[in-house]
């Protein structure tokens, strides 16, 4: 008989069950407050309970343990001093989508030299949520591979579905049954009535297939996620931060029997790819909430410890500390900037 199965697969590597690896790194009682306190304080805001701005600020995605654990120290002190009118989430991306070919995150390929190790890149990404979480400081990340959550969610307090898998079936499911409150980006041509129709979806029961936590196939049940709000991050390099936009956006919302609520992406095609340009996204919609505006929620920033970006050339060495690898980010002092000036004007 012919071998017909499998016949462009070099291999397939078992992997540490979700169990296995939450046995190692355990989640403690302190950290555990920290997530549940986030997710808490972010349904509060979806709801209309509390009034502060959330800001989820952090690398475009992580590529070094060691720089995101400082940046998320600095962010951690800033958020103790602006909270009152601030609700701070650190940025922690650990897988990468692309459009093409590229690294692909932290998890895929922690070593950054395409050697892919995902099981060691799995434990790096537990264990900086873990110590970020320890800080007292929430975190949210983006749900790509539809596995992943299995391992990292509990440590999770935001998440959020990127642009180029909004309209995919498979994260609508998965988004149905986590347990923390989701962010459906629009899709890439800019259009938000996919993300609306992800939120539509994504408040109902479903049953897909899935993984346990011993890492068996499963049929996963879900109650659906009533905890969702929409991201506006532009598209077809147009911006769709603006008054008329967001305008148009809430009618779509409301025509869905959805609750109004916005975040605004300051970077990608909101700032045209210019991460300098992050500032002027975030005090246009600074502007709209004076005026009266509670529908947007808050805004994101790709912020790093340093501005711009950097090649990854086949690997770590010569790489400068602090500076992304994927797209440019703003640097630490100007974060620190933007979000007093936020914090001062909110007054």
């Known amino acids: 008989m012919a071998f017909i199965e499998n016949t462009r697969v070099v291999s397939i590597d078992r992997l540490t069950t979700p169990a296995e690896l939450k046995a190692d790194l355990p989640l403690g009682e302190a950290a555990a407050a920290t997530v549940a306190r986030g997710r808490e304080t972010v349904r509060a805001l979806l709801t209309g309970e509390?009034?502060?701005?959330?800001?989820?600020?952090?690398?475009?995605?992580?590529?070094?343990?060691?720089?995101?654990?400082?940046?998320?120290?600095?962010?951690?002190?800033?958020?103790?001093?602006?909270?009152?009118?601030?609700?701070?989430?650190?940025?922690?991306?650990?897988?990468?989508?692309?459009?093409?070919?590229?690294?692909?995150?932290?998890?895929?390929?922690?070593?950054?030299?395409?050697?892919?190790?995902?099981?060691?890149?799995?434990?790096?990404?537990?264990?900086?949520?873990?110590?970020?979480?320890?800080l007292g400081l929430p975190a949210g990340t983006?749900?790509?591979?539809?596995?992943?959550?299995?391992?990292?969610?509990?440590?999770?307090?935001?998440a959020s579905i990127g642009a180029r898998t909004t309209e995919s079936q498979t994260h609508r499911e998965m988004a149905s049954g986590l347990s923390m409150p989701v962010g459906?980006?629009?899709?890439?041509?800019?259009?938000?009535?996919?993300?609306?129709?992800?939120?539509?979806?994504?408040?109902?029961?479903?049953?897909?297939?899935?993984?346990?936590?011993?890492?068996?196939?499963?049929v996963v049940n879900t109650t659906g996620n009533p905890d969702c709000h929409i991201?506006?991050?532009?598209?077809?390099?147009?911006?769709?931060?603006?008054?008329?936009?967001?305008?148009?956006?809430?009618?779509?919302?409301?025509?869905?029997?959805?609750?109004?609520?916005?975040v605004v992406d300051c970077s990608h095609a909101n700032s045209g790819k210019r991460h300098e340009l992050q500032g002027h996204v975030l005090r246009d919609v600074l502007e709209q909430r004076l005026r009266g505006n509670r529908s947007i929620l808050g805004v994101m920033l790709e912020s790093n410890?340093?501005?711009?970006?950097?090649?990854?050339?086949?690997?770590?060495?010569?790489?400068?500390?602090?500076?992304?690898?994927?797209?440019?980010?703003i640097g630490w002092d100007t974060t620190e900037a933007l979000l007093r000036e936020a914090h001062a004007r909110l007054a």
């Not at 800019?190 to 499963?218: K, T």
């Not at 911006?239 to 025509?255: D, I, K, S």
């Not at 711009?308 to 790489?319: I, K, M, T, Y």
Request: net charge negative.
């Open 142 to 158: 983006e749900m790509l591979d539809p596995i992943v959550p299995q391992y990292l969610s509990d440590l999770v307090s935001w």
């Open 231 to 262: 991201i506006l991050r532009g598209g077809a390099n147009c911006p769709n931060y603006g008054p008329v936009t967001v305008m148009q956006t809430e009618e779509l919302m409301r025509r869905a029997g959805l609750p109004e609520r916005i």
């Open 50 to 134: 509390d009034r502060r701005m959330l800001v989820i600020a952090g690398p475009c995605s992580i590529h070094d343990a060691a720089g995101a654990l400082e940046y998320a120290g600095r962010l951690k002190g800033l958020s103790d001093e602006l909270g009152e009118r601030l609700l701070i989430v650190m940025r922690a991306y650990f897988e990468k989508p692309r459009t093409t070919v590229g690294w692909k995150g932290l998890i895929n390929d922690p070593c950054l030299n395409g050697t892919c190790d995902v099981p060691a890149g799995l434990r790096r990404a537990r264990e900086l949520l873990l110590a970020i979480a320890d």
């Open 184 to 218: 459906f980006k629009n899709s890439t041509d800019g259009n938000p009535r996919a993300a609306i129709d992800a939120m539509v979806s994504a408040r109902g029961a479903h049953h897909f297939l899935g993984i346990d936590a011993r890492g068996h196939s499963s």
């Open 305 to 329: 410890l340093h501005p711009g970006n950097q090649p990854l050339a086949g690997g770590p060495e010569g790489l400068a500390y602090g500076v992304s690898i994927t797209d440019a980010c």
